[in-house]
T-cell receptor, first 116, second 112 residues
Framework: GAVVSQHPSRVICKSGTSVKIECRSL??????MFWYRQFPKQSLMLMAT?????????EQGVEKDKFLINHASLTLSTLTVTSAHPEDSSFYIC????????????FGSGTRLTVV | DAKTTQPPSMDCAEGRAANLPCNHS???????VYWYRQIHSQGPQYIIH???NNETNEMASLIITEDRKSSTLILPHATLRDTAVYYC?????????????FGTGTRLQVTL
């Protein structure tokens, strides 16, 4: 149980366009979703935290107008990379707390974004 | 959240036990120790977690020292599929309020 489905798994887009990444909790309600970014050979860096029905909280240095996060329902959170540039190319991963206490977090399978 | 220190890489022969250490000397009394692993180009996978007592599940065992300043993840019989980056994370277990801060992890290479 506690599966997060992330789509797309891989996307290539042109510079200046926008890309939307979706994360759905399939068998539980995710009131909170964490969004991470991972560059090659580096660790995961938390970008923002989204909460259902309220504004997302962004980590220091992350542009909220560039990385739009929407958490409109208890099962869906989206990250939109607006006006993408090559430096936004990265592996984006979402994560939600498991509903059962003490069971940690479940992660999506990740989205490889390449901006050309 | 307390910071963790892990060796950058380790090798293990297939079929042998892999023991991955983690130092978390600044851990506070209500912080849990979590272990996750990330296989190349996939999202992290939960392995195990604990507070004070040693824990075991179908994937691994977690040994936490009495002073809680370090822990060891044990994969009893490593296979090639266990090759991954293993992350040790300490975090408050307060559900939605907690966020996980990833360090650099240990890259475990399991070889024939």
């Amino acid at each position: 149980g506690a599966v997060v489905s992330q789509h797309p798994s891989r996307v290539i887009c042109k510079s200046g366009t926008s890309v939307k990444i979706e994360c759905r909790s399939l068998d539980f309600q995710a009131t909170t979703m964490f969004w991470y970014r991972q560059f090659p050979k580096q660790s995961l860096m938390l970008m923002a935290t989204s909460n259902e029905g309220s504004k997302a909280t962004y980590e220091q240095g992350v542009e909220k107008d560039k990385f739009l996060i929407n958490h409109a329902s208890l099962t869906l959170s989206t990250l939109t990379v607006t006006s993408a540039h090559p430096e936004d190319s990265s592996f984006y991963i979402c994560s939600a707390p498991r509903t059962r206490a003490n069971y940690g977090y479940t992660f999506g399978s990740g989205t490889r974004l390449t901006v050309v | 959240d307390a910071k963790t220190t892990q060796p950058p890489s380790m090798d293990c022969a297939e079929g042998r036990a892999a023991n991955l250490p983690c130092n978390h000397s600044t851990i506070s009394g209500n912080e849990y120790v979590y272990w996750y692993r990330q296989i190349h180009s996939q999202g992290p996978q939960y392995i195990i977690h604990g507070l004070k007592n040693n824990e075991t599940n179908e994937m691994a065992s977690l040994i936490i020292t009495e002073d809680r300043k370090s822990s060891t993840l044990i994969l009893p019989h490593a296979t090639l599929r266990d090759t991954a980056v293993y992350y040790c994370i300490v975090s408050l277990n307060t559900g939605t309020a907690s966020k996980l801060t990833f360090g650099t992890g240990t890259r475990l290479q399991v070889t024939l």
